[in-house]
């Protein structure tokens, strides 16, 4: 399949065009706009700093369906005993940052440039993009951040600076979603961590279907800020 190179008017070609590997379409910018086309069709931006900007869609495609998530029973023990608070959208700058520097710390790569950062930051402020924090004695130990359309969440990426942090964040992430009524949250990428949760993978066809049914309106949802805790 060829790569498709994007040009100044937002549109994106067909998701099942992409290769094998899910690259789809080079070039482009990081504008709201186009972000949020993107991320209703399953496409998502995913590069190096210094490398031209490439835009993805995988497949099969890592999901959770809110009502199929299980928290680990070891889990629940350390919850109950745990002095973490959970907030929402109140430090989505520093989650962000943090993902980028955890990454960084370990001396792996990190596709969150400042281009990237700053784009997010943008979307955050237009009601798209929310952070979920885990706190502990006033201290940010972890959290996650992702962009909200309808009733999907994709899922970008998450920290922890304390054991099991990003894990109580995600927690209190698909307590929040279940309550609103979401019915999937995007985690483009099967990792062995999710699939405790219940997360599962699905097929393009599927996946595609279940962003149809689900994203009909994209006014930005700006009840994450009515209250701290999830």
């Not at 927690?171 to 405790?196: A, E, P, W």
Request: aromatic share 12%.
């Amino acid at each position: 399949m060829p790569v498709f190179r994007l040009t100044d008017q937002i549109q994106f070609p067909p998701p099942d065009l992409a290769e094998e590997s899910g690259l789809l379409a080079i070039g482009g910018d990081l504008s709201p706009e186009r972000l949020v086309t993107a991320y209703s069709r399953g496409i998502f931006p995913w590069y190096s700093p210094g490398d031209p900007l490439l835009w993805w869609f995988t497949a099969p495609r890592l999901v959770i369906f809110p009502d199929e998530f299980r928290i680990p029973r070891r889990l629940t023990r350390y919850a109950k005993k745990s002095s973490v608070t959970i907030t929402r959208d109140q430090a989505f700058s520093r989650v962000i940052r943090e993902c980028a520097a955890i990454r960084t710390e370990s001396g792996e790569g990190t596709w969150i440039s400042p281009e990237m950062e700053r784009a997010f930051i943008t979307l955050h402020n237009l009601g798209y993009a929310h952070s979920i924090e885990c706190w502990q004695n006033k201290m940010l130990v972890g959290g996650l951040y992702g962009i909200a359309l309808d009733r999907v969440f994709f899922g970008e990426s998450m920290f922890s600076r304390m054991k099991l942090a990003s894990q109580f964040a995600l927690i209190g992430l698909v307590s929040f979603l279940k309550r609103k009524n979401y019915k999937l949250i995007d985690c483009q990428m099967t990792t062995n961590h999710l699939l405790r949760f219940g997360a599962r993978e699905i097929s393009s066809n599927e996946f595609q279907s279940c962003l149809r049914t689900n994203i009909r309106d994209l006014t930005p949802d700006k009840e994450w800020k009515n209250g701290n805790h999830p």
